[in-house]
């Protein structure tokens, strides 16, 4: 008798294969003495559409909302089909005795082995593979020590009841908004608190007005003191006549130094990489979006197998790790880290590290690297970059702390009060890990600023005494202006979705350590996607790397029910279903709230009043149906969209190319198609097709004719791929009336 395993994914599944001894390789799984290895393409089971319970959901009326089935059944995803099947063939096998379920260790996997078997109607005995890497080493390991598939049935039902709520919830109010409003518009417990929360930013900025402030300086013997008010011990005034009166009793006076103290400190190393910190990290430092850094993290997991599990929302190790360590340093001992793993190695580790907390892990520890040989050649640039965060992390938190020793000097000029701070470098510790050639980061100081370090850099300060004297000190008024809170970066969003409580609108305690506990708004699997989806839909659009919402985007949030633009709403649902994983609360519980909640949310979208009209409609008529066109902001592309849904005509107006200015290196955007093609930069500069192919050639030294055909066709595909695929999928075969306008 063999052993049936389901993986999430062929990569996955093929390295598990291969390390069972599945030699054996067959159309969807491979085979071998003992086991038989087969995958999912990720879901191959989703809940039915709304349709496929009665056939008069195909027309979206308000009148027919909301939808309740009694039950939610599921259905095999038609463009998948395929492969379900081979995976139902498989657990039907009489020799197949038992099946693993070898799905990604989370809420989410779960449910993608759980309905395909609940689909295949299997009876068969279950086992669990829960692993946080998918090295050969942590797979023997793993299968050495299957779980009891028991253990996590309460965790599928989590994902269930997450998965039908939000089938419930949304669509239900997806189709009350658009069918009443007579426009395409999306809603949901996740992307509409994201919504409002850039929305407040905005309103911030908006209502800000800029005040300003004066600052005074006193030069004076190669060090420059800042001036620092007796009472309030600010060093900044909003007086310019005090700042004058301060400046005309001190100026050309003599500086008098009246103390100066000495402390060594220490500077610890940041946290361990979670997924949300080094999607962060990788926007401010690369520009790369979330969905993109997860995207590299997945490759650098699956694929180069050098990276533990990416989807985690722990910034610790576990106790079992420690063992391990050892020869995770010697996987990374190579090119610019082996050095720094070699020191790494000698270091002793004290007996409880800052970094390893078992109570801080739940499903996945942190990402670090895995015991796998790297092969820094084999990977692209852009995934190397994602590595080399995360090794030099990984690194650092093994090194000891910076010990520097900052120097504080009080004077006083006509009794007023001056400071003055330097720092000096006693022991670099981990911060050498940010000054070697070939770091992320060149500046130890960016690092520092990502690491929420104090700043050891400052002035150099010579040796000073108390008592020390320096006439004819030059003092110096500057004047400053406040300035408004910062639009939001993908970086800063990710952020605010983690932690949103200064977003709630309740005081209520309980409801923000939920949000807290819970990770925020979303998971650190799904932010991206979100994010995503928000700018596909033309909610949000970007200006340079600020976020910004369109009109589309603020007339949606004046039209939703106030329920779905809170924080709190994720946190009740959130903490319902870890009780639900836990055992502690009943699925039918919940699920009984939630049906009772969606009737409530439908009923209030058919109370209100209001209107929706579109703010982007050019003179231009689309040329497959004649109605006008509307011009949005993809995410890095200008397009031309039909107002009809049913037609879906598109064309790329420009779009942000990876093609480099050869004035100022800015990213050039790319105006028209093929050879009529410009390249223009914000700089000024433009140049056509031709001329851009010939300047490419002369500095590609060697860049042949086939390698700019490549990227041409690189960019055109990525002009053609669709802006809102997944949701105009959902729409499609809406019908309103001959007005329906479905994209801002």
């Not at 970086?491 to 949000?515: C, H, I």
Request: aromatic letters at 8%; proline letters at 4%; charged letters at 30%.
């Amino acid at each position: 008798m063999k052993t049936l395993v389901i993986a999430e994914k062929p990569s996955v599944g093929r390295d598990i294969a291969r390390v069972l001894g599945c030699q054996k390789k067959e159309n969807g799984y491979q085979e071998g003495p003992s086991y038989v290895v087969t995958w999912a393409l990720g879901h191959l089971v989703t809940l039915q559409d709304p349709e496929d319970y009665d056939k008069k959901y195909k027309e979206w009326k308000l009148e027919l909302l909301p939808m309740m089935p009694e039950r939610l059944k599921t259905k095999v995803i038609p463009q998948t089909g395929k492969q379900f099947r081979i995976v139902a063939g498989q657990l039907e096998r009489r020799d197949i005795s038992r099946v693993v379920i070898a799905t990604d260790a989370g809420r989410e996997g779960e449910l993608v082995a759980r309905w395909i078997l609940d689909k295949a109607h299997c009876r068969k005995p279950l086992a669990r593979l829960w692993i946080s890497s998918v090295t050969d080493k942590a797979i023997r390991e793993g299968f050495a020590h299957l779980k009891d598939a028991k253990e996590y049935e309460n965790l599928y039902h989590a994902a269930v009841c997450r998965a039908e709520a939000d089938w419930l919830v949304g669509i239900n109010a997806t189709r009350a908004l658009t069918c009443k409003y007579n426009a395409q518009l999306s809603c949901g417990r996740v992307q509409t608190p994201t919504l409002a929360m850039i929305d407040r930013r905005e309103q911030e900025i908006r209502a800000f007005v800029p005040e300003p402030y004066y600052t005074i300086t006193a030069a004076a013997g190669g060090v420059t003191y800042t001036w620092r008010d007796s009472k309030s011990k600010g060093t900044r005034t909003f007086s310019r006549e005090r700042a004058q009166a301060v400046a005309g009793q001190c100026g050309q006076g003599v500086l008098t130094i009246t103390q100066v103290e000495k402390k060594e400190k220490k500077s610890f190393p940041p946290q361990l990489y979670d997924l949300t910190e080094l999607q962060r990290d990788a926007s401010q430092r690369f520009g790369y979006s979330a969905k993109q850094t997860l995207n590299l993290m997945q490759s650098l997991y699956e694929n180069h197998k050098v990276l533990t599990y990416p989807r985690t929302d722990s910034r610790y190790l576990t106790s079992d790790i420690l063992p391990t360590i050892r020869e995770r340093l010697e996987a990374v001992s190579v090119g610019p880290y082996r050095e720094a793993a070699a020191k790494a190695r000698k270091q002793k580790l004290p007996a409880h590290p800052a970094f390893v907390n078992d109570g801080k892990v739940s499903d996945h520890h942190a990402i670090i690297p895995t015991e796998q040989f790297v092969q820094l050649t084999a990977m692209s640039p852009e995934e190397r970059k994602i590595y080399d965060l995360v090794v030099r992390r990984f690194l650092s938190v093994l090194f000891p702390p910076c010990i520097y020793e900052e120097t504080s000097v009080t004077a006083e000029i006509g009794g007023e009060t001056f400071t003055a701070k330097g720092k000096r470098i006693v022991e670099n510790g981990w911060r050498e890990l940010y000054e070697t050639e070939g770091g992320s980061s060149g500046d130890s100081r960016e690092e520092e600023e990502t690491a929420s370090e104090p700043d050891v850099g400052g002035q150099n300060l010579p040796l000073l005494e108390e008592g020390q004297k320096f006439p004819g000190a030059r003092v110096t008024v500057r004047e400053g202006k406040t300035k408004p809170p910062a639009r939001f970066t993908e970086g800063t969003l990710l952020a605010a979705m983690e932690n949103p409580v200064r977003y709630m609108e309740s005081n209520d305690s309980r409801m923000a350590k939920v949000l807290g506990e819970t990770g925020g708004l979303g998971t650190v699997a799904t932010r991206a996607d979100i994010i995503e989806k928000l700018f596909n839909s033309f909610l949000m659009e970007k200006r340079g790397n600020e976020i910004y919402l369109t009109s589309k985007g603020r007339q949606l949030l004046k039209l939703v029910p106030e329920d779905l633009k809170k924080p709190e709403l994720t946190a009740t649902w959130e903490m319902k279903l870890t009780d639900i994983s836990k055992g502690r609360l009943k699925r039918e519980t919940f699920m009984k709230e939630i049906r009772s909640y969606t009737e409530e949310l439908i009923e209030e979208i058919r109370r209100e009043e209001g209107t929706f009209r579109h703010e982007n409609l050019t003179s231009k008529k689309c040329p497959n149906c004649g109605k006008r066109l509307l011009a949005v902001n993809g995410k890095n592309a200008k397009l031309l969209v039909c107002q009809d849904r049913n037609c879906g005509y598109r064309e790329t107006v420009s779009r942000v190319t990876n093609a480099r200015c050869p004035r100022c290196h800015k990213r050039m955007e790319m105006i028209g198609k093929g050879q009529d093609a410009v390249f223009v930069c914000s700089c000024g500069h433009k140049e056509r097709m031709e001329k851009f192919e010939e300047r490419r050639k002369k500095e590609g030294k060697g860049v042949s004719r086939k390698d700019i055909a490549r990227y041409m066709q690189k960019q055109k595909k990525e002009a053609e791929t669709p802006v809102n695929n997944a949701f105009a999928e959902a729409l499609k075969g809406i019908r309103l009336d001959e007005s329906d306008e479905s994209y801002d």
